[in-house]
């Protein structure tokens, strides 16, 4: 995709990588819409964009990420991408993590994204593209974070899927599968401690990454 002049929608820009993602579109010429559950720090994100359309939204409410979408689509003049950064982590043993916290765990990390871009997919339009951030759990599958990575997996497995039903549109679908990152995610875990990891990369390096995917021809 050309990213100078794209009309793209960053849901999760509230994050340390939407938010780092959202800067670096905007500054390279990206039309970008932020949304997020943070609203003072929506505003503070849009006001170094310049003034980018900003809206709050639930990820536990499905229908406010859907509306979401159309929001975009309205004050951007039409949507050529979506690239969803949406995210919560969670840890401990199957046996331990209750089903509210696993529900909650695939709502936000699976259902949420999924919700999205299901309704981005009627809109974008040919050349366009929707992605979101999976993650390299879902190649490791470790133990201690079963529900979390299930999650992951979950939305990867449903990109895959509709990378296969998108090719015809010739809308592209990107599975965002980064390595650890240290942006503190892990620290804000709904549930238990994140085990000993190896350094990761940093949130520039993980934005560089995102870039070339949607910078990619392929």
Known sequence: MEITGARILVPG???????????????????IAIAGRDAAALAKLSHTCAGVPSRRFDA???????????????VLGGLDGVVVCVGVAGFGQ????????AEHLL??????????LRAALPLVPRGGLVAAVTGVVVDLAP???????ASKA????????VRREQRRKGVRVLDLRLD????????RAVTGSPPSLPRGQTVPEAVNAIMDALESKG
């Open 107 to 116: 709502t936000v990390n699976a259902l949420a994204p999924m919700a999205f």
């Open 13 to 31: 820009a509230t994050g340390a990588i939407g938010s780092a993602l959202a800067e670096q579109l905007h500054q390279q010429g990206a039309h």
């Open 60 to 74: 536990y409410d499905l229908d406010s990420c859907a509306g979401t979408v159309a929001w975009a689509h309205d």
């Open 94 to 101: 199957a046996d331990a993590v209750g089903d509210a916290i």
């Open 154 to 161: 979950a939305l990867a497995l449903w990109l895959t899927c």
């Open 143 to 149: 133990a201690g974070m079963a529900d979390y990575t």
């Open 180 to 187: 650890h990152v240290e942006s503190g995610f892990a620290d």
